[in-house]
C-alpha cells in the first residue's frame, strides 16, 4: 500500500513524464519544419523514451495498489528561435524533470517508503543521463553558431540516434 500524499506525487510525475514526451514532440514537429530531419529523429527517440518513463510511473502506482489518475498535459512550446534555443529550452527542462525526482526522493525518504526509494533511484540515475546529453548537443551547437555545414554534420549525427518502439511496449 502506498501512502496517499506519495501516490497523487507519483501520478504528478506521470503527468511530467507525459508533458516531456509532448513537449519534446512539439520539438521534433519545429526540426521537421527546419529541414533538419536528424534534429527531429533524435526528438521523437526522447519522445519515445519519455513515454516509456511515464508507463514505468504507472505501472508502479498500480503495482503499489495506487491509483492512476490522469491528469490535464500543458499545450508545449511550439516555436524557438533556433536549434540551440531549443535545446536550451529542453536542457533546462530536463534541470526541472530532475528537480521533481529529488522532491520525490525526499517525500519516500519521509515515508519510509523504501520501495518507492528503489524505484525513483532509476530515475535519479536516468536523471544524470539526460541532462548529459541535451547539454552535449546544447554545447555543440553553441560551437556550431550559424555555421550551415556544421549544422548538417550535427544533424546527420544526431539522425543514428536508435529509435526502439519496442522498449516503450516492454513497459505497458
Do not use: C
Not at 520539438?27 to 511515464?54: P, R, S
Not at 524533470?97 to 536516468?126: G, P, Q
Amino acid at each position: 500500500m502506498i501512502a496517499k500524499e506519495m501516490e497523487e506525487a507519483l501520478n504528478e510525475q506521470l503527468k511530467w513524464e507525459l508533458y516531456s514526451a509532448y513537449l519534446y514532440l512539439s520539438m521534433a514537429a519545429y526540426f521537421e519544419d527546419l529541414g533538419l530531419e536528424g534534429f527531429a529523429h533524435w526528438m521523437k527517440a526522447q519522445t519515445a523514451e519519455e513515454l516509456m518513463h511515464a508507463m514505468k510511473f504507472y505501472k508502479f502506482i498500480f503495482e503499489r495498489d495506487g491509483r492512476v489518475i490522469l491528469q490535464e498535459v500543458p499545450k508545449p512550446p511550439s516555436e524557438w528561435e533556433s536549434p540551440e534555443a531549443a535545446f536550451e529550452y529542453a536542457y533546462k527542462h530536463e534541470q526541472e524533470v530532475t528537480s521533481r525526482i529529488n522532491k520525490l526522493m525526499s517525500l519516500a525518504k519521509k515515508f519510509e517508503d523504501y520501495a518507492t526509494e528503489n524505484f525513483l533511484n532509476w530515475f535519479v540515475d536516468e536523471q544524470v543521463e539526460e541532462e548529459a546529453s541535451f547539454k552535449a548537443i546544447l554545447n555543440k551547437l553553441k560551437l556550431i553558431k550559424n555555421n550551415p555545414q556544421a549544422l548538417f554534420y550535427l544533424d546527420n549525427e544526431l539522425s543514428q540516434r536508435p529509435l526502439d518502439l519496442n522498449l516503450l511496449m516492454t513497459q505497458v
